[in-house]
């Protein structure tokens, strides 16, 4: 089985509540799609926290062996399941958590 890295983001925003917040994003694909944990074959592990405040102000997606994809917010021991329907539904959770938790922003990663 072979592992590709789609991508890996990072940088840092200021929401329009004042949060400064890190970002740091990792796809890999996975060539065995078969594997349960593994929805398309993708392993992701998405978060976002607050600078001044990283162990306790947080988002995280992500996925692992015998973990299929879930997240936490702010407490790494409690999990939310989600369904993975599509990279793109899974993302777009993913900003929409963010934005609950920290406040609105925009993104240009270019």
């Known amino acids: 089985m072979t592992t590709d890295l789609v991508y890996q983001l990072e940088g840092t925003i200021i929401t329009n509540r004042g949060y400064e917040i890190s970002l740091h994003l990792k796809l890999w694909k996975h060539s065995n799609k078969r594997l349960p944990d593994f929805p398309e074959g993708y392993q992701f592990n998405w978060i976002a926290f607050n600078i001044v405040n990283p162990t306790n102000e947080f988002v995280l997606f992500d996925n692992h062996n015998q973990k299929p994809p879930h997240y936490h917010i702010d407490d790494k021991k409690k999990s ?11 993302e ?8 609950e938790k920290f406040g609105y922003f925009e993104l240009d990663w270019e």
């Open 80 to 90: 939310t399941f989600f369904t993975w329907i599509s990279r793109s539904k899974a």
């Open 92 to 99: 777009k959770l993913f900003w929409q958590k963010v934005q």
